[in-house]
């Protein structure tokens, strides 16, 4: 079992920056894909970010590209979001994810996605 736990959430003025965490702990085997989500109420989860462990290109939603930057420090198992340029469209509940085992440089279908953190608030207001 696995647990993903995210930090860094808050209030941002429009143009800021944020920084999300994701610690993971527990078993974790070698390959897996990290992902970052996004929720709203009354809408669909959109997955925003994702990163393969074995190295490979990072995914983005077309809406972040350019501004948001998702890495990881696999020594600290901790994944991170960098949020740039911040705008009121961004406010949601931020989540990451967990798919493992996963063995391709792609992102997921929904079902492969096991683990998921409880959720960090981030509103640009």
């Known amino acids: 079992h696995v647990q993903l736990v995210e930090s860094g959430g808050g209030l941002v003025q429009p143009g800021g920056s944020l920084r999300l965490s994701c610690l993971a702990s527990g078993w974790i085997t070698k390959y897996y894909y990290m992902g970052w989500f996004r929720q709203v109420p009354g809408k669909e989860r959109e997955g925003v970010a994702g990163?393969?462990?074995?190295?490979?290109?990072?995914y983005y939603v077309d809406s972040v590209k350019g501004r948001f930057t998702i890495s990881q420090d696999i020594d600290k198992n901790t994944l991170y979001l960098q949020m740039d340029s911040l705008s009121t469209e961004d406010s949601a509940m931020y989540y990451c994810?967990?798919?493992?085992?996963?063995?391709?440089?792609?992102?997921?279908?929904?079902?492969?996605?096991?683990?998921w953190g409880q959720g960090t608030q981030v509103t640009v207001s």
């Open positions: 994810a967990m798919a493992i085992p996963w063995y391709a440089d792609e992102w997921p279908q929904e079902q492969n996605w096991v683990y």
């Open positions: 990163i393969y462990t074995e190295g490979g290109t990072p």
